[in-house]
């Protein structure tokens, strides 16, 4: 059972262009959801992420956007650059337990063209 | 300020043989986490562990995985007689402590291929 379902699979936008990418979840425990980004041969690096109190949450080019009765949430890259493409991935975490156990979503690969 | 640092980079082996993986924290942190990825897969949990306890090892498979964090040197990934399907990226994480809202911070990871 998957329980962070990520898509699309892959993406190609122009530079400038906004990608999006989406993600739902569907343990209504999950209460922290971050996105990482990974380039080839690195390991993931966390990009930014969001908590179910707000529903939106932007940092620099990057938002996330959380819809939490529709148990979605989306990241958003404004006046996207050659340099953002990469492998993406959302993530939730449960972390009442203390410590953080991450669940991915299968990854989005971006291509940004110039 | 080295950050974590997985070795090797690379690991062929054999089906049958043994392969360990070595995972260095980031410097002050005590909490490491091992995570697998396998082709076009998001990373999975395998195992959290502070120094010399395991925390949390829902993730590993009950049979030929096993982890440590001994109280000196690197935490280690071992994996018995492995199989092709053991063929992954498996990447580990750390941690300044375990609490909520840590930020962790993932290693290059280690390529294994099983022939």
């Known amino acids: 059972q998957q329980q962070v379902k990520q898509s699309p699979q892959s993406l190609i936008v122009q530079k400038g262009g906004i990608p999006i990418i989406n993600c739902a979840y569907e343990?209504?425990?999950?209460?922290?959801f971050p996105w990482y980004q990974q380039f080839p041969g690195k390991g993931p690096a966390l990009l930014i992420a969001?908590?179910?109190?707000?529903s939106e949450k932007k940092e620099g080019r990057f938002t996330i956007s959380f819809n939490k009765s529709a148990k979605q949430f989306s990241l958003h890259i404004m006046d996207s650059q050659p340099g953002d493409s990469a492998t993406y991935f959302c993530a939730a975490d449960k972390r009442d337990s203390g410590y953080s156990t991450l669940t991915f979503g299968k990854g989005t690969m971006l291509l940004v063209s110039p | 300020n080295a950050g974590v640092m997985q070795n090797p980079r690379h690991l062929v082996r054999r089906r049958g043989q043994e392969a360990r993986l070595r995972c260095s924290p980031m410097?002050?942190?005590?909490?490491v986490y091992w995570y697998r990825q396998l082709p076009e897969e998001g990373l999975k949990f395998m195992v959290y562990l502070q120094k010399e306890n395991i925390i949390d090892e829902s993730g590993m498979p009950k049979e030929r995985f096993s982890a440590e964090f001994p109280k000196e040197g690197p935490s280690i990934l071992r994996i018995q007689q492995v199989v092709r399907g053991d063929s992954a990226a498996y990447f580990c994480a750390s941690s300044f402590s375990g609490g909520t809202n840590e930020k962790l911070f993932f290693g290059s990871g280690t390529q294994l291929s099983v022939l």
């Open positions: 969001i908590r179910p109190d707000v």
């Open positions: 410097k002050g942190h005590s909490h």
């Open positions: 343990n209504t425990a999950f209460d922290y």
